[in-house]
């Protein structure tokens, strides 16, 4: 099935055309990892990763936080049985090339059922906007998950937030 793997692209100082000079055997994937991230990374700002739920994240230690604490909220944040139901549906993909915020948003919300409210002028003042783009490859993943990996993927000066009202989600900052 392969690994769901989420590059933090806002938050990461990576050259993409640094040269990576690695000779290995029998070497685990996380030692790998780590090495690769070693070298490409801004050592005043590594590269940090980690698994949440079923994605391999790749941030900075500050943005692993961010994922964290969005998965923390809607994990442990009281619900219906209906709505958890719907967060837990699973999505066979879910592909966004460049797709805006708000349309990646628009396609969770089809596609599960849960209705997202989104306070677009507190994102604002946070300095998201609505049609950054999103760059992800998803597959087989909850979309509860999909939304903390498109939501911790977008750099802001404060935190998202994810409240739930009802059966629905409300997203602000």
């Not at 690695?22 to 070693?38: A, D, F, H, M, P």
């Not at 700002?45 to 739920?53: G, H, I, L, R, S």
């Not at 837990?88 to 708000?102: I, K, S």
């Amino acid at each position: 099935m392969g690994v769901n793997i989420a590059i933090d692209w806002s938050r990461l100082a990576i050259d993409l055309n640094a040269p990576v000079t690695l000779n290995e055997k029998n070497i685990q994937y996380s030692e790998l990892l780590t090495r690769v991230l070693g070298q490409v990374s801004d050592p005043n700002n590594p590269a940090a990763f980690a698994p949440v739920n079923d994605v391999l994240v790749i941030s900075t230690a500050d943005g692993m936080k961010v994922y964290a604490d969005l998965e923390d909220s809607l994990a442990g944040a009281k619900m219906s049985d209906a709505l958890r139901e719907q967060l837990g549906r699973r999505l066979p993909a879910l592909d966004l090339d460049g797709a805006g915020l708000a349309t990646a948003l628009d396609s969770l919300n089809s596609a599960s059922g849960p209705a997202i409210k989104v306070d677009w002028a507190a994102l604002q003042a946070a300095g998201v906007q609505r049609n950054v783009p999103l760059h992800l490859h998803l597959r087989h993943i909850s979309v509860g998950q999909a939304l903390c990996v498109i939501l911790g993927g977008v750099n802001s000066s404060r935190p998202i937030h994810i409240a739930v009202r009802g059966d629905k989600l409300e997203l602000g900052s």
